[in-house]
């Protein structure tokens, strides 16, 4: 409606509520500000709440305080006779009401609905907007005491935050002019303190979600490494035919399927960790211990992580499988870098004389950068392409068109058996650096180029780590769909 519109009808409309009260059908485009200034004094101003409600499992707006079974959001409302514009969006749809203290208590909605709520008063604006659900969430739920959020288990603890430890914060990729418009997460302190005796806490950010980290300390130092939780899905793994300086095992490409999720570090191993569990630094580049460790080999880190095990009680150590690290790597993409179709040596750390596709040359450094560097993937894994190559679990496995189910190359005692490694590094072209490239080493090799990043599962006392099993993976349905 017009504003010329608007100040002819709000008279006629104030005029009617004062003749016949609240049997008025108040129209949704009433304007409470107008109406309050219109109709003047009378009766106070009502305090109203918003609450949630456990038994109905809804948002309600009442005119008492929150009772039992429910949990107030925010200070009470001031509502005057210019009683309360509701608007709702679900699904795409949006329905407009006025309210008047005689409609109350009003359901808005239900706390498992994805909708947004608008509640205008002629004093305040108030918006209800749905919470994303944190990445890595095993629990997610919001009930009459608030929301409440689990993470996966890892050392045998639970991570748990109540709502005291929650709150809501607009998402850094928008404005604050439009939030809070459906773009609410949430930011939590790390739990804390841990159960008695666990190097383990947890914690949540708004860009990426949940996290976990360890700190190690020995008389050889100390470092503390975080860990991002990649949850089950299913990509597709490999190049089409058409990218740019593809080979030929990089296809056919293929839906895998991930049916467990698993805690990965969000860096390559730096130099304090490794020195800090094995006593030593065995990297050519040093003089900050955040630098990726590096002439490691395949074997060297399987030292490493059995060492690691007996620091983290309750925990398995291991590298990514082939499948997990290109799945953590592409983070949702489907591009040949995580970051798009092409990059930039501010974005990954190769040899900038050798960019990509026909993309301009760039800055060569020459040597590896402390980890955290250079920008993170969508899923807060940081230099997954460049700067070090990364070890895998496995041999390289060729690919066939059929979907699989956590698939592994094969894995041998044999010397001569080659292990995986990705990522591209410091002193490769950037096409190395791509998502699908598949690459191989004997595993008894080290270079100042190549190192590695762990990943971490929960198990329970006295269970025996599992060893990648070196199978090709179970097919699942028919053309080539991921399985559900």
Same mark, same amino acid.
């Given at each position: 409606?017009?504003?010329?519109?608007?100040?002819?009808?709000?008279?006629?409309?104030?005029?009617?509520?004062?003749?016949?009260?609240?049997?008025?059908?108040?129209?949704?485009?009433?304007?409470?500000?107008? *109406?309050?200034?219109?109709?003047?004094?009378?009766? /106070?101003? *009502?305090?109203?709440?918003? %609450?949630?409600?456990?038994?109905?499992?809804?948002?309600?707006? @009442?005119?008492?305080?929150?009772?039992?079974?429910?949990?107030?959001?925010?200070? $009470?409302?001031?509502?005057?006779?210019?009683?309360?514009?509701?608007?709702?969006?679900?699904?795409?749809?949006?329905?407009?009401?006025?309210?008047?203290?005689?409609?109350?208590?009003?359901?808005?909605?239900?706390?498992?609905?994805?909708?947004?709520?608008?509640?205008?008063?002629?004093?305040?604006?108030?918006?209800?907007?749905?919470?994303?659900?944190?990445?890595?969430?095993? !629990?997610? @739920?919001?009930?009459?005491?608030?929301?409440?959020?689990?993470?996966?288990?890892?050392?045998? %603890?639970?991570?748990?935050?109540?709502?005291?430890?929650?709150?809501?914060?607009?998402?850094?990729?928008?404005?604050?002019?439009?939030?809070?418009?459906?773009?609410?997460?949430?930011?939590?302190?790390?739990?804390?303190?841990?159960?008695?005796?666990?190097?383990?806490?947890?914690?949540?950010?708004?860009?990426?979600?949940?996290?976990?980290?360890?700190?190690?300390? &020995?008389?050889?130092?100390?470092?503390? @490494?975080?860990?991002?939780?990649?949850?089950?899905?299913?990509?597709?793994?490999?190049?089409?035919?058409?990218?740019?300086?593809?080979?030929?095992?990089?296809?056919?490409?293929?839906?895998?399927?991930?049916?467990?999720?698993?805690?990965?570090?969000?860096?390559?191993?730096?130099?304090?960790?490794?020195?800090?569990?094995?006593?030593?630094?065995?990297?050519?580049?040093?003089?900050?211990?955040?630098?990726?460790?590096?002439?490691?080999?395949?074997?060297? %880190?399987?030292?490493?992580?059995?060492?690691?095990?007996?620091?983290?009680? !309750?925990?398995?150590?291991?590298?990514?499988?082939?499948?997990?690290?290109?799945?953590?790597?592409? $983070?949702?993409?489907?591009?040949?870098?995580?970051?798009?179709?092409?990059?930039?040596?501010?974005?990954?750390?190769?040899?900038?004389?050798? /960019?990509?596709?026909?993309?301009?040359?760039?800055?060569?450094?020459?040597?590896?950068?402390?980890?955290?560097?250079?920008?993170?993937?969508?899923?807060?894994?940081?230099?997954?392409?460049?700067? %070090?190559?990364?070890?895998?679990?496995?041999?390289?496995?060729?690919?066939?068109?059929?979907?699989?189910?956590?698939?592994?190359?094969?894995? &041998?005692?044999?010397?001569?058996?080659?292990?995986?490694?990705?990522?591209?590094?410091?002193?490769?072209? $950037?096409?190395?650096?791509?998502?699908?490239?598949?690459?191989?080493?004997?595993?008894?090799?080290?270079?100042?180029?190549?190192?590695?990043?762990?990943?971490?599962?929960?198990?329970? /006392?006295?269970?025996?780590?599992?060893?990648? @099993?070196?199978?090709?993976?179970?097919?699942?349905?028919?053309?080539?769909?991921?399985?559900?």
């Amino acid at each position: 409606m017009g504003a010329a519109q608007a100040e002819v009808l709000h008279p006629l409309l104030a005029a009617l509520l004062r003749a016949f009260g609240e049997r008025v059908a108040v129209p949704a485009w009433a304007d409470p500000a107008a *109406l309050a200034r219109l109709l003047g004094g009378g009766r /106070p101003p *009502l305090e109203c709440w918003l %609450v949630r409600d456990v038994a109905s499992g809804g948002l309600l707006l @009442q005119a008492q305080p929150a009772g039992a079974r429910q949990s107030p959001l925010g200070e $009470a409302l001031r509502v005057d006779a210019g009683g309360v514009r509701l608007q709702i969006e679900h699904q795409g749809t949006r329905s407009a009401r006025w309210l008047s203290p005689a409609d109350l208590p009003q359901a808005l909605g239900a706390l498992a609905e994805r909708s947004q709520i608008r509640l205008d008063t002629s004093a305040e604006s108030v918006v209800l907007a749905p919470v994303e659900r944190p990445r890595g969430a095993a !629990g997610w @739920q919001c009930g009459g005491h608030g929301l409440a959020l689990t993470g996966p288990r890892l050392g045998g %603890v639970d991570a748990r935050w109540e709502e005291s430890a929650l709150r809501a914060v607009a998402g850094s990729s928008i404005p604050p002019a439009a939030a809070p418009a459906r773009a609410w997460q949430l930011a939590a302190e790390a739990v804390g303190p841990p159960p008695a005796g666990s190097p383990f806490r947890f914690g949540i950010d708004p860009e990426f979600g949940l996290w976990a980290e360890f700190t190690v300390s &020995s008389g050889h130092g100390s470092a503390t @490494q975080r860990l991002r939780w990649i949850e089950p899905g299913s990509f597709r793994m490999g190049s089409p035919e058409s990218e740019p300086e593809r080979l030929d095992n990089e296809g056919p490409r293929h839906w895998v399927t991930l049916t467990r999720g698993f805690w990965l570090a969000d860096t390559a191993c730096p130099q304090a960790l490794w020195q800090a569990v094995m006593g030593a630094n065995p990297s050519y580049f040093q003089g900050d211990p955040q630098r990726p460790v590096e002439q490691v080999s395949w074997h060297e %880190v399987q030292g490493f992580l059995r060492a690691l095990e007996k620091l983290l009680p !309750g925990c398995e150590a291991a590298l990514p499988t082939e499948a997990q690290w290109e799945y953590a790597c592409r $983070a949702g993409s489907e591009t040949p870098f995580s970051f798009g179709g092409n990059v930039t040596p501010e974005q990954v750390n190769y040899d900038g004389n050798f /960019p990509y596709a026909g993309g301009a040359k760039g800055w060569y450094r020459e040597k590896t950068v402390p980890v955290k560097s250079l920008p993170a993937n969508a899923w807060g894994l940081y230099e997954m392409q460049g700067n %070090v190559s990364e070890w895998c679990a496995d041999g390289p496995r060729a690919y066939d068109e059929r979907a699989q189910q956590d698939p592994t190359g094969l894995v &041998s005692g044999d010397e001569g058996a080659h292990r995986a490694f990705r990522g591209g590094s410091w002193s490769d072209r $950037a096409g190395w650096a791509r998502s699908a490239l598949q690459l191989a080493l004997l595993p008894g090799l080290r270079f100042d180029d190549l190192g590695f990043r762990l990943s971490l599962r929960s198990i329970e /006392p006295g269970q025996v780590p599992a060893p990648v @099993q070196g199978r090709p993976g179970r097919p699942a349905a028919p053309g080539g769909r991921p399985p559900h």
